[in-house]
């Protein structure tokens, strides 16, 4: 500290500068910390103080309590772990469940429609594929269109929705992503096959008579940031494309499955699953005579 005159201390506008956001004695206010460090076996903090300090880094025993679980959700205490909380079930404001799924149903034609014309286009089986992208989503839009897909898919399909989790910032940190997951072919067939003149969520194609069939898991994310005001909070849906081609018009069609130079995504038994799934919708739900008869033979072998 700088000494001012012989013997008397300094004030505080003579070493900071300025008295705004001072609480009390040696208490300032912060909005948020930005990032942690390990300094000298010592972990420091970079605090934010709301544009008229720079930050700076702190020592954990200068942050209030308040602060530091903001930024570190899983912080150990008492040599127990909490669970991450999702930022987004932190961060909704209250509101009226019934206004919430009242504002919230356009959001869900549109990813519907969307996944649904994406369907239209795909000519060929897809991993993770982007469906939907929303440059601005509050934290209570994402929550309540969990909500409202489980309206959708009624009671005794809602259990094959995930609750809304933490896959990254759970633990503190700068980027942030919660994400809840939609895991039943049900389910996508009720929210986007709605959209789709053929029927189910799977496309009988011209001229090459390929079947392709959007397949979950369709996962949503929400991703925003802590270290920048106003940061973007963004969602992002993506789904799987699964499919048959029937080899023009031969008789021995072939699977088309994602795969990657290391081999393929999914696991045997996720393959036949999706397999299942395809040759119900050709041979039980989508319309008579649309399918060539060799591909519904082909397909029928599966029900046997």
């Known amino acids: 500290l700088r000494v001012v005159g012989s013997g008397s201390p300094p004030t505080v506008e003579e070493v900071w500068g300025s008295t705004q956001g001072l ?17 000298a076996g010592a972990t420091q903090y970079l605090v934010h103080w709301g544009g008229l300090w720079e930050p700076s880094w702190e020592p954990e025993d200068h942050i209030s309590e308040d602060l530091l679980d903001e930024f570190e959700p899983m912080r150990v205490r008492g040599g127990r772990h909490s669970p991450p909380v999702p930022f987004a079930l932190q961060a909704a404001p209250p509101i009226d469940a019934s206004l919430a799924l009242e504002l919230v149903e356009p959001f869900g034609i549109e990813v519907a429609r969307k996944a649904a014309y994406i369907l239209s286009r795909q000519k060929a089986a897809a991993y993770d594929k982007l469906l939907f992208r929303l440059a601005t989503c509050p934290p209570w839009l994402f929550v309540a269109l969990r909500e409202h897909f489980c309206r959708i ?12 989790t933490s896959s990254r910032g759970g633990h503190g940190g700068v980027h942030i992503e919660d994400k809840f997951v939609i895991k039943s072919t049900n389910i996508v067939d009720k929210v986007v096959g709605q959209f789709n003149k053929q029927g189910p969520c799977a496309l009988f194609k011209w001229p090459n008579n390929n079947l392709v069939m959007l397949m979950p898991p369709l996962t949503f994310k929400f991703r925003t940031r802590r270290d920048v005001d106003r940061a973007p909070t963004e969602l992002f849906v993506t789904g799987h494309f699964f499919g048959l081609a029937d080899g023009m018009g031969s008789n021995t069609p072939r699977w088309m499955v994602a795969r990657h130079v290391g081999g393929p995504y999914y696991t045997p038994e996720v393959e036949h699953k999706y397999k299942i799934a395809l040759a119900n919708a050709a041979v039980v739900t989508m319309p008579s005579g649309l399918i060539p008869e060799h591909v519904l033979r082909w ?3 599966l029900f046997v």
């Open 299 to 301: 397909l029928s072998v």
């Open 23 to 39: 609480l009390e004695e040696d208490t300032w206010a912060a909005q948020r910390i930005l990032r942690k460090r390990r300094r």
């Open 153 to 164: 898919a009624g009671d005794e399909l809602s259990a094959h929705i995930t609750p809304i």
